[in-house]
């Protein structure tokens, strides 16, 4: 099957697209409002682009408050959703206004992070504090603006939660990161294998 994006002739009764580019780790996205709200929210257009200096970047589809908020404060953390959360990581996904704080819809516990306002969830195995660099609006390959946008942070403080750092690296096995898969389907972290480059 071959088919074009723009024209949507796949035939399927559900996009294929966000199935094809699998696993997408999670950015648990933590931000503080200028009135001091604190907003959670799972991003699986998500990952590391760089690491010296080491920065991460998340890319809501469209006008979110994350996005205002990093832009506003200059802040925001990604905290680590694995499997003991995946309920509580959902629930903050629901779509509500500015003025509701998620964790305390999900019933989930945050605390301070080092360096920045916005608080990191307490549970999570490792969080990113995060200095907001810019936000990229996003355009197509013929610069038509379409909603949504990459916004960039620089990572300042790294938290690890001690319990996943064993023989002197990080082991996340006991903890089973999770990923998003297409439609409503997520995957986790189970087997790790390594492979040495060719020299």
């Known amino acids: 099957m071959d088919y074009e994006p723009r024209l949507r002739n796949h035939g399927l009764p559900h996009d294929p697209f966000k199935a094809l580019v699998v696993p997408r780790p999670i950015g648990w996205i933590s931000t503080l409002s200028p009135e001091g709200v604190v907003n959670l929210a799972p991003y699986s257009f998500f990952n590391a682009v760089c690491d010296r200096p080491p920065m991460v970047m998340f890319a809501p589809s469209g006008p979110k408050d994350s996005q205002a908020n990093a832009e506003a404060t200059g802040e925001f953390v990604a905290s680590l959703a694995t499997w003991d959360l995946r309920e509580q990581m959902n629930a903050t996904s629901a779509a509500v206004g500015p003025e509701v704080s998620e964790p305390e819809l999900a019933g989930l516990a945050m605390t301070p992070s080092r360096l920045v306002k916005p608080p990191r969830v307490a549970a999570a195995a490792a969080a990113l504090e995060c200095r907001w660099v810019k936000s990229v609006p996003m355009t197509t390959a013929s610069g038509e603006t379409v909603p949504g946008a990459i916004v960039i942070g620089e990572v300042v ?25 297409g439609y409503m389907e997520y995957g986790v972290l189970d087997t790790v294998f390594s492979m040495q480059r060719p020299r």
């Open 157 to 181: 403080s790294i938290h690890i939660d001690e319990s996943v750092i064993v023989d002197g690296r990080v082991d996340l096995s006991t903890r089973r990161a999770i990923s998003r898969l």
